[in-house]
């Protein structure tokens, strides 16, 4: 069982800038993947970006891929999502995700999610 843990969230201004941390426990040798998704109210479960934990391959939603970074400490087991020039859409809870399998779209683990709120 992996037990992720967020933090970073907050209320922010259109146009700037905040850092998720996800922090893995638990049975974390079989790590494969961290990820990020947000749901908006009213709204689906949006894919944000994710990190392949052995070669750092990154993979990004077309709504952030060139406003947000991914990357990861293996140290730590923790993921990061750097977000710039953030926009009222991007309000929303932000939820962390692992999975000890590279299979697309496979997510096993959950954190309890983070709440953005981006201010026009």
């Known amino acids: 069982q992996v037990h992720l843990d967020e933090s970073g969230g907050g209320l922010v201004q259109a146009g700037g800038s905040l850092r998720l941390t996800c922090t893995a426990t638990?049975?974390?040798?079989?790590?494969?993947?961290m990820g990020w998704f947000r749901q908006a109210p009213g709204k689906n479960l949006e894919f944000v970006a994710r990190?392949?934990?052995?070669?750092?391959?990154?993979a990004y939603g077309l709504s952030v891929e060139d406003r947000f970074t991914i990357s990861r400490d293996n140290a730590s087991s923790t993921a990061y999502l750097q977000m710039h020039d953030l926009e009222p859409e991007g309000t929303a809870v932000y939820y962390c995700?692992?999975?000890?399998?590279?299979?697309?779209?496979?997510?096993?683990?959950w954190g309890q999610g983070t709440q953005i709120t981006v201010s026009a």
């Open positions: 638990g049975h974390t040798d079989g790590l494969s993947k």
């Open positions: 990190i392949l934990w052995s070669s750092r391959i990154t």
């Open positions: 995700t692992s999975s000890d399998v590279l299979t697309a779209g496979e997510w096993a683990y």
